[in-house]
Structure formats: C-alpha cells, structure tokens
C-alpha cells in the first residue's frame, strides 16, 4: 500500500511564498509521473504541475508557469512545489498525486493541504 502526505499548506499574502511537499510511503510499483492538483469549493479538481520520473521532465498549467517549481527528492521519495508571487486565486486545496506502472492516470492521492493567498 501507498500513502501520500502533503504539508506545508498556510494562509499567507498576495505576493508571498509557499513551499507544499508530499512524502511517499509504503512500496511503490515503478512510479510514472507524480504531481499536484487543487480544487477549489464548487469547482473541479484542476492539474498544476506533474514531473515524469523517469526523465524529471516537467509540466506546468498555464496560469502557474513562472512562478510554481515542481522538484523532487528521489532518496526521500518526496516531491515539493514551491510556489512564489501567490495569488488570491491560487486559493484551493492541493493534493499531491502518483500515477504507478499499469495505471491509466494519477492512482494515488494525498489528503489534501489548504492553501489560502488573501489579498
């Protein structure tokens, strides 16, 4: 079994920084690609950023290139994003996502961390 654990989530100012990360526990099959979604109250759950991790190779939603980092720290099984020039509408809760070998997409979810940029 697989378990994710996201933290570093916070209520913070428009134009501050934040720095989510998201452990990997248990053992894991072959991992293709681990990511971040978030999801607003009312609204669907929306792609942010993945890394495949065969290549570290990098994708990012538009309205967060530049200013959101994706890495990872292979040994501690951990990704984090960093998230800088935070805005209101960066507002949501994110989840940190892992697509093993064999799955057709994201198989594994986080629980959550809340993130609240005020203005």
């Known amino acids: 079994q697989v378990h994710l654990v996201e933290s570093g989530g916070g209520l913070v100012q428009a134009g501050d920084s934040l720095r989510l990360s998201c452990a990997a526990s248990?053992?894991?099959?072959?991992?293709?690609?681990m990511g971040w979604f978030r999801e607003e109250p009312g609204k669907e759950r929306e792609f942010v950023a993945s890394?495949?991790?065969?290549?570290?190779?990098?994708y990012y939603t538009n309205s967060v290139e530049g200013r959101f980092t994706i890495s990872r720290d292979i040994r501690k099984n951990t990704i984090h994003l960093q998230m800088n020039v935070l805005k209101p509408e960066d507002t949501a809760v994110y989840y940190c996502?892992?697509?093993?070998?064999?799955?057709?997409?994201?198989?594994?979810w986080g629980q959550g961390t809340q993130v609240t940029v005020a203005s």
């Open positions: 996502a892992l697509q093993r070998t064999g799955a057709q997409s994201y198989d594994v």
């Open positions: 248990g053992r894991p099959l072959s991992t293709v690609a």
């Open positions: 890394m495949r991790w065969s290549t570290g190779d990098t």
